[in-house]
């Protein structure tokens, strides 16, 4: 089994199945704190600082709860051109000095494998919150999750699912990473839809091929969504060299309630990692699917809260002391 304990959270691939097994049983056990049902200060005194230097809502703030919730502090560094690194501060200098004010960082950087060299300068765990279009390793274990708990009621597990990954495939780091922890499990059939020009990269789909699975690529939607989950992704504007670029393949993977009852089973689960574009030139998850039981999206936005705060409990070890931690909610909430 890993040892989480002080370690780095940097990539998908440093965690096998067991490993991955423990994050997700971590993340339900995180669910009273998140819905309000109980509080917990066992990280009372802890600091996080999240330093994100790529714009991020979702990302940023639910890191930021997530610590909250288990009693930490947080402090945060928005934007390079508010930082150190705008004055040209290595990334390395950055991490010997943020880290000794620190006991855990959350860290998004624009460019590709930057978190880990930040983390080779840090004297506390550092979690990836996004490099570029390289990975995206919390968006995948939370989308793990949900995807295990969608299912849980259908009485499927994540072994034999039949998944549609669609849309900007080739920019899209959170695709690419949960490509790479679906290659832990068994007998899967992955359907990748996208333009032959943003297809998922090599390297990726090698990934899912080696582990058994079926990969099936296609750029046509019909005929291809009759599926247990469909993960779409936005065209990721910022990755191509400009919006008119981007703009060429913006609305061509659209899904709406008329292209779902058409194509898709009635259990089929729909996902995205968030913000959706629903500006009508791309329109990808229309707002008519919004009274959706299948719609799982915001359910997926809010176990990222869960999951981080399983990451930072593991990394920090304090997984097991939590019920010595607890108080009532004192506070109105419908949670």
């Not at 996080?48 to 930021?64: A, D």
């Not at 978190?115 to 939370?142: C, K, M, R, W, Y």
């Not at 597990?157 to 920019?171: E, F, P, S, Y």
């Not at 670029?245 to 913006?250: C, G, K, P, V």
């Amino acid at each position: 089994m890993m040892k989480f304990e002080g370690s780095h959270i940097l990539s998908v691939s440093q965690f096998d199945r067991d490993a991955i097994s423990r994050i997700l049983e971590v993340s339900s056990l995180m669910a009273p704190y998140a819905m309000r049902k109980k509080r917990c200060h066992v990280l009372d005194g802890a600091i996080l600082n999240n330093l994100f230097f790529e714009p991020s809502t979702r990302t940023r703030v639910s890191f930021g709860a997530a610590f909250n919730l288990l009693g930490g502090y947080v402090r945060e560094t928005v934007g390079q051109e508010n930082s150190s690194l705008s004055k040209g501060e290595s990334l390395f200098d950055t991490a010997r000095v943020i880290s000794g004010y620190s006991d855990v960082i959350a860290m998004r950087h624009p460019a590709m494998h930057s978190v880990e060299e930040f983390s080779t300068g840090s004297s506390v765990p550092v979690i990836n919150g996004g490099d570029g279009a390289n990975e995206h390793p919390t968006q995948a274990l939370l989308d793990l999750f949900t995807i295990q708990s969608e299912m849980a009621p259908h009485n499927k597990t994540l072994d034999g699912l039949n998944i549609v990954l669609m849309g900007d495939l080739k920019h899209g780091r959170t695709v690419h990473s949960l490509s790479k922890l679906l290659s832990l499990y068994n007998n899967m059939k992955v359907t990748m839809i996208s333009p032959d020009a943003l297809k998922m990269p090599d390297s990726v789909i090698s990934s899912l091929t080696n582990a058994g699975h079926e990969v099936v690529i296609t750029d046509k939607i019909e005929n291809n969504l009759s599926c247990d989950v469909i993960y779409q992704t936005r065209i990721q504007q910022e990755r191509f060299a400009s919006k008119d670029e981007a703009n060429l393949y913006r609305g061509h993977f659209s899904l709406n309630k008329e292209i779902y009852q058409q194509f898709c089973q009635k259990h089929t689960v729909i996902m995205h990692p968030l913000p959706r574009d629903s500006r009508p030139e791309a329109n990808e998850l229309d707002t008519d699917l919004n009274d959706l039981d299948n719609l799982a999206i915001f359910r997926q936005a809010q176990n990222g809260v869960l999951v981080r705060m399983a990451l930072f409990a593991l990394t920090l070890g304090v997984e097991n002391k939590m019920s010595r931690y607890e108080k009532p909610v004192t506070w109105y909430t419908n949670k």
